[in-house]
């Protein structure tokens, strides 16, 4: 029977690395003595690649490549159950920017996106390797940090997070001025699932709004009655 297995190619022609698919057959005489193997290996660097992308476009969002609502959920999910073990905290935070749609409107949505894929970029360069920048959709984003001591932790990445996006941004040799409200909560304290702790960092972040924006505040129980 055919041995198959995973094998890199080079194409010498092209220059280029590539991936292909092996599947090796020994040919025995009449004794049972290998006398010969059969190689036949089939370029699968294409598929490979287009299945790349189908888990990219599953999993993250298509205009700044970062996570999505599905691929935050399981993060969020995998940090509940880590830092429930540790007896560590993790925090949700929800950042909506301010002044996002008169920008969108004035501008136009082209420059809305350029606008959006800075964003991305710029809450990216603030935070940890471990920790995770989302869209949730439109001009929301969601930051989770995992395995923090307190709620000091997310609050002095909130700060980065305002004082990051209070700073200009230029969009094709324009300056555009935004700024952000930032809801948070806290894993265990205002939430020990998923759902919870969107919820409550959507309901804190709206405080932050009424509070001025340009600000952050912490879930308290009291803003959801």
């Known amino acids: 029977q ?40 089939i370029d699968i660097t294409e598929r490979k690649q287009s299945e790349k992308r189908i888990i990219e476009m599953a999993t993250h969002d298509g205009l700044t490549g970062l996570p999505n609502r599905n691929l935050l959920r399981d993060r969020i999910m995998q940090a509940i159950a880590h830092d429930r073990r540790s007896e560590k905290q993790a925090a949700v935070l929800f950042i909506d920017l301010d002044y996002f749609k008169t920008i969108n409107d004035s ?7 350029l606008l959006l894929q800075d964003v991305a970029a710029r809450l990216s360069a603030i935070v940890r390797g471990e920790d995770t920048v989302a869209r949730r959709g439109g001009d929301e984003f969601i930051v989770l940090l995992p395995n923090i001591g307190g709620a000091q932790d997310a609050e002095v990445v909130a700060q980065k997070i305002l004082d990051g996006l209070i700073q200009p941004f230029l969009i094709e040799s324009r300056k555009v001025h935004i700024g952000g409200s930032v809801g948070i909560a806290l894993f265990p304290s205002d939430g020990e699932d998923v759902e919870t702790l969107l919820k409550n960092s959507d309901i804190a972040m709206y405080h932050a709004k009424e509070n001025g924006r340009n600000n952050y505040q912490f879930f308290a129980p009291e803003m959801d009655r």
């Open 2 to 41: 055919f041995i198959d297995g995973l094998s890199a190619l080079w194409n010498v022609a092209l220059g280029q690395n590539r991936l292909g698919h092996t599947f090796k057959k020994p040919i025995y005489d009449a004794s049972g003595k290998p006398l010969y193997l059969i190689c036949m290996t």
């Open 107 to 113: 501008l136009g949505h082209d420059m809305g996106d």
